[in-house]
C-alpha cells in the first residue's frame, strides 16, 4: 500500500526557508491520478492546506501563504518537497504531507506520520 | 476563502449514536470529507463523498449533506472512536483551494 513519509529539520531560524521532502513508497509520483499535498497544523490548533502539486509539475497554491510557498517535484526519486521561506514563529507547526484524489470528492485519503517543524533563534 | 464551522466538543455514551455537523457556504457545491485525529497521529480519512468509506473504516461510520451543512454520524459508538473530527471540502471561490473545519472533540463515556 502506499506510504508517504515526511523528511527534514525540526528547527529553522526565524527568516530562513522551511524544507521539507515527502517520499512516496508502494506507489509512483508519475502514474497520476492524484495530486500530492502538503499542509499543517498549527500546535493544538486545526488543519491548514497549503497547496499541492501534480506529477506533470502543476502546482496550486492557498493564497495565504502562495508569496513564499514552492512545491516541487522529483518523479526520479519519487518525491516531491515544499519550501516556505521567510518564516516566522507563526510557522510553527506539524507538517503533513498527503494524497489528493482527483475525482470530485478531492479526499486526502492517505497522510505522512508528520513532522513538528519549529522556528526559533 | 470559505469556513466551516463545526461544534467544538460532543460526548456519546458507549454504543450510542452521535452526530457531527459541519457548515459552510461552500458545502452547498460540494461534498465534505471527514478526518479522525487521535492525539500525537495524523488524521485519518473515514468519509468521503455522498457517503464513501476507505476500506478498513467501520460501517458505523456515515456521512449525509443538506444545503450548507455536512454531518457525520457514528452510530454505535466505541471507546476507540474518541477523537478529533475534522471535515473538509473545497472553498466555494476556487477549485483548487481546500478548507477544514475547526473539528469537533467527540468523548466517548
Known amino acids: 500500500q502506499v506510504q508517504l513519509q515526511e523528511s527534514g529539520p525540526g528547527l529553522v531560524k526565524p527568516s530562513q526557508t522551511l524544507s521539507l521532502t515527502c517520499t512516496v513508497s508502494?506507489?509512483?509520483?508519475?502514474?497520476?491520478?492524484?495530486?500530492w499535498s502538503w499542509i499543517r497544523q498549527h500546535p493544538g490548533k486545526g488543519l491548514e492546506w497549503i497547496g499541492y502539486?501534480?506529477?506533470?509539475?502543476?502546482?496550486y497554491y492557498n493564497p495565504s501563504l502562495k508569496s513564499r510557498v514552492t512545491i516541487s517535484v522529483d518523479t526520479s526519486k519519487n518525491q516531491f518537497s515544499l519550501k516556505l521561506s521567510s518564516v516566522t514563529a507563526a510557522d510553527t507547526a506539524v507538517y503533513y504531507c498527503?494524497?489528493?484524489?482527483?475525482?470530485?470528492?478531492?479526499?486526502?485519503?492517505?497522510w505522512g506520520q508528520g513532522t513538528m517543524v519549529t522556528v526559533s533563534s | 476563502s470559505s469556513e466551516l464551522t463545526q461544534d467544538p466538543a460532543v460526548s456519546v455514551a458507549l454504543g450510542q449514536t452521535v452526530r457531527i455537523t459541519c457548515q459552510g457556504d461552500?458545502?452547498?457545491?460540494?461534498?465534505a470529507s471527514w478526518y479522525q485525529q487521535k492525539p500525537g497521529q495524523a488524521p485519518v480519512l473515514v468519509i468521503y463523498?455522498?457517503?464513501n468509506r476507505p476500506s478498513g473504516i467501520p460501517d458505523r461510520f456515515s456521512g449525509s449533506s443538506s444545503g450548507n451543512t455536512a454531518s457525520l454520524t457514528i452510530t454505535g459508538a466505541q471507546a476507540e472512536d474518541e477523537a478529533d473530527y475534522y471535515c473538509?471540502?473545497?472553498?466555494?471561490?476556487?477549485?483548487?483551494?481546500?478548507?477544514f473545519g475547526t473539528g469537533t472533540k467527540v468523548t466517548v463515556l
Open positions: 502539486i501534480y506529477y506533470s509539475g502543476s502546482t
Open positions: 508502494g506507489g509512483s509520483i508519475s502514474s497520476g491520478g492524484y495530486y
Open positions: 498527503a494524497r489528493a484524489t482527483l475525482d470530485s470528492s478531492r479526499a486526502f485519503d492517505i
Open positions: 463523498g455522498k457517503n
Open positions: 473538509n471540502s473545497r472553498d466555494s471561490s476556487g477549485n483548487h483551494l481546500y478548507v
Open positions: 461552500s458545502l452547498r457545491s460540494y461534498y
